[in-house]
């Protein structure tokens, strides 16, 4: 009897055993689903809200080279962004009067690839059926502009609207190798759509960072000169592989910033004097160095009105004079007589600054992150000043997109070296009238 009893039991646990070993690979193949599908669900939100952002760019004014920067920097850090890996293209159009096609003879919108190498499913889909994709976006298009709360199409609601609008494609990677099974849901995609409202107010969405550059020439090739390019032991970053000269194969010596192509270079000195750059504060209530260093920081803060230092405390003159009741990080141009005072910055207007040195390591590790990061910034370029020192103020000339290669914020000369990309007139603003 014992021995049946035992013979039992080992039979039982055998069973277990089996039982067990049939689970395991389920249940893994169950967990690893589950994690896919999360990660798709978080690469699906990023690429969504880089569609959203860049397409929201475009509908207060700006162009299709810098919608497409206006994307990558949503996902700056928490996407790849290989040129392989993304495709993306600006989209823009005018629906008919009565609301149910497009503007133009052959029912027409503009499609224009803004960034990638065209190497995404999407791309290749195009190229091989380029006018079935096509009318499939031009429906998707139109029903997202018909589209109303409750789900339902209205052609009313479309009628003679123009529009912007973004076409975001990126690759994404298996996290646990599961691509081979799962290809097609790797290819996440988003389009997003906008009716677009000119404004003259349309900086409110295009933050800036505070670096004044005032209205200069680009770095010549006599080595003799004040305006020269760095020796690598000059910079006190980056401290190994320092740029040279050399490395800017389109830049142009000695122009100033309208006759300057992409690629010309500019060694920018801080100080009061011609050439020089200040740093900025976007209102009086924001004026120590960690506050510049905070606004230096990606992505920067020019047009955040919702958050301020110190949990938001009660505000103080600048944010009393902009109607708000705490303080602000934002811009509210200084010396205001209006109420509530300009928060939308735009050349023509003034902002608040400080000359002299700023050498914390709150400041170094900003620009540090610009640089090692590639990215692109918007700055103010500015002719006219008024005071000096912490209470200084530059009237805003123009803007311009800069990416910077290197400073030296030690000593008595203090300069930072910055790729020139382009003026900036994407958010409102007209640069031509503008300039000296």
Aim: aromatic letters at 10%; one cysteine or more; proline letters at 5%.
């Amino acid at each position: 009897m014992k021995h049946m009893i035992k013979k039992v039991r080992n039979l039982k646990q055998g069973q277990s055993l089996v039982e067990v070993a049939l689970f395991i690979p389920v249940a893994l193949i169950i967990i690893a689903g589950v994690v896919e599908i999360g990660q798709w669900l978080v690469t699906q939100n990023r690429v969504v809200t880089a569609a959203r952002a860049s397409t929201r760019f475009g509908a207060n004014g700006g162009n299709d080279e810098n919608m497409a920067i206006v994307a990558l920097n949503t996902v700056t850090e928490t996407l790849p962004l290989e040129a392989d890996r993304w495709d993306i293209y600006s989209i823009r159009g005018e629906v008919n009067e009565q609301g149910t096609g497009f503007v133009g003879a052959a029912n027409d919108i503009t499609f224009e690839h803004i960034y990638g190498n065209s190497n995404t499913t999407f791309a290749q889909e195009l190229a091989a059926n380029t006018i079935d994709v096509q009318a499939r976006l031009r429906t998707d298009i139109l029903e997202s502009l018909q589209r109303q709360e409750d789900g339902t199409l209205v052609t009313e609601s479309a009628q003679g609207i123009q529009f912007v609008g973004t076409y975001a494609v990126f690759e994404a990677e298996s996290i646990i190798g599961m691509d081979y099974f799962v290809e097609d849901v790797y290819s996440v995609r988003d389009l997003a759509v906008m009716r677009t409202y000119p404004s003259t107010d349309a900086s409110n969405g295009c933050s800036a960072f505070p670096i004044a550059v005032e209205w200069q020439r680009s770095v010549d090739d006599d080595l003799s000169g004040a305006n020269t390019f760095p020796l690598p032991a000059d910079f006190s970053y980056p401290t190994s592989n320092e740029p040279t000269l050399l490395d800017f194969p389109n830049h142009i010596p000695d122009v100033p910033f309208d006759q300057a192509p992409p690629g010309t270079i500019y060694r920018i000195w801080d100080g009061g004097g011609p050439g020089n750059f200040g740093w900025l504060y976007w209102n009086t209530d924001v004026n120590g160095a960690s506050d510049v260093a905070g606004s230096l920081a990606w992505p920067g803060n020019s047009i955040d009105y919702v958050n301020g230092p110190n949990g938001n405390p009660g505000p103080n003159s600048a944010a009393t004079s902009a109607g708000f009741s705490h303080k602000v990080w934002g811009y509210i141009e200084p010396n205001s007589d209006e109420f509530p005072a300009d928060t939308s910055m735009q050349t023509g207007d003034w902002v608040s600054g400080r000359t002299g040195a700023i050498n914390s390591s709150a400041v170094n590790d900003a620009l540090e992150d610009h640089i090692d990061n590639e990215r692109i910034l918007r700055l103010p370029i500015w002719e006219v000043s008024s005071g000096s020192g912490n209470n200084v103020e530059y009237t805003i000339l123009s803007f311009g997109l800069f990416r910077l290669h290197g400073f030296n914020l030690t000593g008595g000369q203090q300069w930072i070296l910055a790729e020139f990309i382009g003026l900036d007139d994407s958010c409102g603003q007209s640069t031509a009238n503008n300039l000296p």
